[in-house]
């Protein structure tokens, strides 16, 4: 399942959720691995000043403790992630905002709520703030199976798994409330 794509010079970094890897394909179409997880499931991608952030759902059943934000250099020789952030269940994105802040995105509630495998249960997703000390903080909630977030300066825009986009505007005065 590639779940996410990131360009880079020379082509793009792709998730690919059910080897817990990224690979690496330059633009002339050839394909290498760039990093291998355990049992993790990455999602989202984000790179910035040559570093690589991956969003992690973690192994199903997708509990809190193993939805993580972790980062690697971009160009290092094997490289070895770092964790920058965990706490919450399903997290499919991640993003770098206004004022240089990073985002995360969850997908939401899932352990007890719904099926192994499944979604997130409906209006459970969240905006959260990606802090220095390696937690995350719920900016907005309910919202409805979130995928994938961006940015164009402090509007969020967060596609949903049944078609919708959503705008979230000023996103940085939810920082200091």
Not at 41 to 55: D, I, K, Q, Y
Not at 110 to 130: F, I, K, T
């Amino acid at each position: 399942v590639q779940f996410a794509l990131q360009p880079v010079a020379g082509g793009f970094l792709v998730t690919d959720g059910h080897l817990n890897r990224i690979l690496r394909v330059s633009s002339e179409g050839q394909v290498t691995q760039s990093i291998q997880f355990e049992n993790i499931v990455p999602t989202g991608l984000a790179v910035t000043h040559g570093t690589v952030f991956l969003s992690q759902a973690g192994p199903i059943p997708h509990d809190p403790a193993t939805g993580k934000v972790v980062s690697f250099p971009l160009n290092a020789a094997g490289p070895i992630a770092h964790e920058v952030a965990s706490g919450y269940s399903l997290l499919v994105d991640v993003e770098p905002g206004p004022d240089g802040a990073l985002y995360a995105l969850s997908q939401g509630d899932s352990p007890g709520d719904v099926p192994p495998a499944s979604p997130a249960a409906p209006d459970s997703g969240e905006l959260l703030l990606v802090n220095r000390n390696g937690s995350l903080t719920e900016l907005v909630h309910e919202l409805d199976l979130p995928t994938s977030l961006d940015f164009v300066g402090d509007t969020a825009f967060v596609t949903t798994l049944n078609g919708e986009v959503w705008k979230i505007t000023n996103v940085s005065k939810f920082i200091n409330e």
